[in-house]
Antibody
Framework: EVQLVQSGAEVKKPGESLKISCKGSGYTFTNYWIVWFRQMPGKGLEWMGIIYPVDSDTRYNSSFQGQVTISVDKSINTAYLQWSSLKASDTAMYYC?????????????WGQGTLVTVSS | QSALTQPASVSGSPGQSITISCTGTGSDVGAYNYLSWYQQHPGKPPKLMIYGVSSRPSGVSNRFSGSKSGNTASLTISGLQVEDEADYYCSSYTSTNSLHVVFGGGTRLTVL
């Protein structure tokens, strides 16, 4: 089955670090960029950044540059999103997705989402 | 504030047709045909419904159709069904700064 499986929900305190994961299976992981999205409670989708598993080429939305780090381990078909110091405003659902074969600007396979809650 | 503008809500009765608009600028919707639409049910990840302005992925009902004119794209759902009730987001490639893709704020479709 073609799927992206994300790590489970996290509850953290402000200032703590966190790394969430997104594991692909059922397709050639290295053929497609992986994208991360944020969806804050009751809000819309935001494109955070994108990574190419072959060479770890990474591009960030300037709004997230310096706030998060996107990485990948192609040996285990897994992409990561990490924070070094969480803030309450990082509370959101985070989704990973792969792009459609027609273009890297459409996303046809999504993970189930990882809910990150940051609260003191 | 989202980069693309969508109505907050639309509604329709089963069997009717509705259209959701998505207005951008000459740096995104108006300049490129990398326009897509996503359906999101509560607690679920988004699902790609339309890409390339008007193409449907395999498995998506032909009741969903897309179009574009100038800086405004549209998603039309014909023969509304109860299960179409969801949030719908448009998305476009953008040439603005470092962003690759921008989204609309989403439209809540209610099937009465």
């Amino acid at each position: 089955e073609v799927q992206l499986v994300q790590s489970g929900a996290e509850v953290k305190k402000p200032g703590e670090s966190l790394k969430i994961s997104c594991k692909g299976s059922g397709y050639t992981f290295t053929n497609y960029w992986i994208v991360w999205f944020r969806q804050m409670p009751g809000k819309g989708l935001e494109w955070m950044g994108i990574i190419y598993p072959v060479d770890s080429d990474t591009r960030y939305n300037s709004s997230f540059q310096g706030q998060v780090t996107i990485s990948v381990d192609k040996s285990i078909n897994t992409a990561y999103l990490q924070w070094s110091s969480l803030k309450a405003s990082d509370t959101a659902m985070y989704y990973c997705a792969k792009h459609h074969s027609q273009a890297m600007y459409y996303f046809d396979l999504w993970g189930q989402g990882t809910l990150v809650t940051v609260s003191s | 504030q989202s980069a693309l503008t969508q109505p907050a809500s639309v509604s329709g009765s089963p069997g009717q047709s509705i259209t959701i608009s998505c207005t951008g600028t000459g740096s995104d919707v108006g300049a490129y045909n990398y326009l897509s639409w996503y359906q999101q049910h509560p607690g679920k990840p988004p699902k790609l419904m339309i890409y390339g302005v008007s193409s449907r992925p395999s498995g998506v009902s032909n009741r969903f159709s897309g179009s574009k004119s100038g800086n405004t794209a549209s998603l039309t759902i014909s023969g509304l069904q109860v299960e179409d009730e969801a949030d719908y987001y448009c998305s476009s490639y953008t040439s603005t700064n470092s962003l690759h893709v921008v989204f609309g704020g989403g439209t809540r479709l209610t099937v009465l």
